[in-house]
T-cell receptor, first 115, second 113 residues
Framework: AQSVAQPEDQVNVAEGNPLTVKCTYS??????LFWYVQYPNRGLQFLLK??????LVKGSYGFEAEFNKSQTSFHLKKPSALVSDSALYFC?????????????FGKGTKLSVKP | NAGVTQTPKFRVLKTGQSMTLLCAQD?????MYWYRQDPGMGLRLIHY???????AKGEVPDGYNVSRLKKQNFLLGLESAAPSQTSVYFC????????????FGQGTRLTVV
């Protein structure tokens, strides 16, 4: 069965510092991987995805993520955090084999960026 | 383009009442999903559909039913609401390719008293 783990409930970062939000997954085969962001009282917004190719993918708002197949990880990163990055971040996975379309999310990580 | 629209946005139900949440998308997407979001639990998949006339169970399907009679609409029904179904419900849709991102609605906040 597919599963996604976000080991940190909350990540605290000072503005201007780099940030990392961790994600590991368990899927048979090679999955499609996604990151989403949720601002208060809003729906989820797509940030970036890994499909194939370069292990470092770049997305919206200066975010990037690194796919590591051997560690089954897809950590979200940003070189310099902004206060406006404070939000809830979700990692998601979809099995690419034949795909029943099942899209599974992690529990989310709250990112807090302080001035 | 409206994207994914959920109605209603808020609702309070009494235990035992029934209701239907409507999700409509105007992007001609094949796949549609219903999730519930609870504190500390993330998004849990209730049911999903890979095309008109098809539905499948997700992680937490009990107490819910769904229908996809038209490609653009995905309905989530609660036949007999329970307090445990108090949650924020999100609908999402995406194309039939596994590698495309999903688009989300703004959510429905449901309280069962």
């Amino acid at each position: 069965a597919q599963s996604v783990a976000q080991p940190e409930d909350q990540v605290n970062v000072a503005e201007g510092n780099p940030l990392t939000v961790k994600c590991t997954y368990s899927v048979s085969g090679n999955p499609y991987l996604f990151w989403y962001v949720q601002y208060p009282n809003r729906g989820l917004q797509f940030l970036l995805k890994y499909i194939t190719g370069d292990n470092l993918v770049k997305g919206s708002y200066g975010f990037e993520a690194e796919f590591n197949k051997s560690q089954t990880s897809f950590h979200l990163k940003k070189p310099s955090a902004l206060v406006s990055d404070s939000a809830l971040y979700f990692c998601a996975v979809r099995d690419r084999r034949g795909s029943q379309g099942n899209l599974i999310f992690g529990k989310g990580t709250k990112l807090s960026v302080k001035p | 383009n409206a994207g994914v629209t959920q109605t209603p946005k808020f609702r309070v139900l009494k235990t035992g009442q029934s209701m239907t949440l409507l999700c409509a998308q105007d992007m001609n997407h094949e796949y549609m999903y219903w999730y519930r979001q609870d504190p500390g639990m993330g998004l849990r998949l209730i049911h999903y559909s890979v095309g008109e006339g098809t539905t499948a169970k997700g992680e937490v399907p009990d107490g819910y039913n769904v229908s996809r009679l038209k490609k653009q609409n995905f309905l989530l029904g609660l036949e007999s609401a329970a307090p445990s179904q108090t949650s924020v419900y999100f609908c999402a849709s995406c194309t039939g390719d596994g590698n495309t991102e999903a688009f989300f609605g703004q959510g429905t906040r449901l309280t069962v008293v």
